[in-house]
């Protein structure tokens, strides 16, 4: 792999977190859908707040809470510390991490500890490689999957599906033919299990469905009403040119709040459970923002939820231990109102829709 592509896929990682971060890339005509909805109260909820736990089971395993911290970055030279101190976060409270796509550690050895630092930090808790549909169209060798699950000795690998992104970013890949394909060759190839993830625009249930027939075993539907990547792609093309006259005015306002809101993808999907499909875990992100999201997407039927961007705003202010603490304390205040013993209790509990 050429110096030239290497170099500018690192600089493309390394400007998406600065965009992030510094951009106005949050969704600005949809919303989760999650404010749609209240949490039953139970006025007689029989609890003692105190004792209430979060754990839960993810694939087979006990976690803390019902939370992932989504995929975020790495393949950059400050990647490592930024994910030491996210794999730090995931150890101490017992979270699920998911790296950023790993197209970097495959073009680039040099760039593998950005990665590989993760397990350092995290020796006991599930982590999940990443890898994007792009990639996944051009087909992966067995020695390329291998690499990123031995790189992290990871737990699982996350595809994520990112077609708008790739379609409004500079160097954008957009031949998304075969994709399903390839996906069923990877989970018949692999022994650990395959989370399909959009990036923001949400996952429906006929895709869901189509996912799960390939062999996928977790669907993080990852709906619109967070950040969207259409516009952090947006940012980085008016840096390089100037402006974008690749869309109308009015087509453009469009594609840059393109997707389907969280709440609308987890009702979709989790009623596919009702009928003869292979059976999945659920996951909800796409702008979760408190512990409260995420009791509302364990009611709506999700299994946990993710956040990247509010956790990596919280990290850069030096703040994410104490942003996931407070989001436990929402959790179990939900649970203790709702008169949920257990997680699998409150996903029972469904909510009331305000409309």
């Not at 690192?10 to 998406?16: M, T």
């Not at 707040?49 to 393949?75: C, H, Q, V």
């Amino acid at each position: 792999m050429s110096t030239t592509i290497t170099n500018s896929t690192a600089e493309r990682k390394h400007s998406h977190v600065d965009i992030c971060l510094r951009g106005d890339v949050a969704f600005s005509t949809i919303t989760t859908g999650l404010e749609r909805y209240r949490l039953r109260h139970n006025a007689l909820p029989e609890l003692n707040y105190d004792n209430l736990s979060t754990e839960t089971d993810f694939l087979g395993k006990r976690i803390g809470a019902p939370l992932m911290i989504s995929s975020m970055t790495g393949g950059y030279s400050e990647a490592a510390e930024l994910n030491g101190k996210l794999a730090e976060a995931a150890e101490r409270f017992q979270l699920p991490l998911g790296v950023g796509s790993m197209r970097q550690a495959l073009e680039e050895s040099s760039h593998r500890d950005s990665f590989a630092v993760v397990r350092r930090h995290a020796p006991t808790t599930q982590i999940f490689a990443n890898i994007g549909a792009p990639e996944i169209a051009k087909g992966l060798s067995s020695d390329d999957l291998q690499t990123m699950i031995e790189m992290i000795r990871a737990d699982g690998l996350i595809i994520h599906l990112n077609a708008a992104q790739e379609l409004f970013q500079p160097e954008g890949g957009t031949d998304f033919r075969r994709v399903l394909d390839e996906v069923a060759a990877i989970t018949a190839k692999l022994s650990v299990p395959v989370i399909a993830k959009e990036v923001g625009c949400g996952i429906s249930a006929p895709v869901a469905r189509q996912l799960l027939n390939a062999g996928v075993r977790v669907i993080d539907v990852a709906g619109a009403g967070g950040i969207s990547w259409q516009k952090v792609e947006e940012a980085r093309y008016t840096r390089r040119f100037g402006t974008d006259d690749r869309f109308s005015t009015r087509g453009l306002e469009e594609l840059l709040n393109w997707g389907i809101p969280t709440a609308e993808c987890l009702v979709a999907v989790n009623a596919l459970r009702e009928n003869p499909t292979p059976p999945f875990s659920l996951i909800a992100s796409g702008g979760i923002q408190s512990g409260i999201d995420i009791a509302k997407s364990i009611a709506l039927g999700a299994d946990l939820a993710a956040s990247a961007g509010a956790l990596l705003r919280s990290l850069h202010s030096g703040t994410l231990e104490e942003t996931l603490t407070t989001w436990m304390n929402d959790l179990r205040a939900a649970m203790f109102l709702t008169g949920s013993a257990t997680i699998a209790e409150l996903q029972n509990n469904r909510p009331i829709s305000k409309q």
